[in-house]
C-alpha cells in the first residue's frame, strides 16, 4: 500500500477527509487498524492509502485550482487518482490554494 500522511486537525470528521482526498471511508479505517477513527485527535498522524503512481502519463496540461475547491474534487474532475498527481508535481504533501496552478497528468490516447 503506498500512503500519505495528514496531521488531523480539530473538526476534521473520517468523512470530510475521506471526501477531502477521494478515498473511502473504509480504505482509510483498513489503513489505520490502530486508530480510533471514531474519535480522532487533533495532531494524530492517519495514513490516507492511495494507488501507487500508474506512469502512463506522458505529458499533462496546467490546472488552476478555483476557490473553495477540494482535493477530491480536483480528482474527480480531472479523473487522477492523488499518487499520479503527487508524483507528477513532485510532491510529499498536497493541500491546493486558490490560483495555485497544479500539472495533471494526460494518459495517451490508444488507438
Known sequence: MYCISYVIKAGDTLYKISRHFNVSIDEIMNANPLVNVYNLIPGQTLCIP???PGNQYTDYTSYVVQENESLGSILNK???NLADLMMFNGL????????STLKIPVAPEHE
Not at 92 to 99: H, K, L, Q, S, T
Open 50 to 52: 492511495v494507488s501507487i
Open 78 to 80: 480531472n479523473r487522477i
Open 92 to 99: 510529499d504533501e498536497i493541500y491546493p490554494a486558490a490560483g
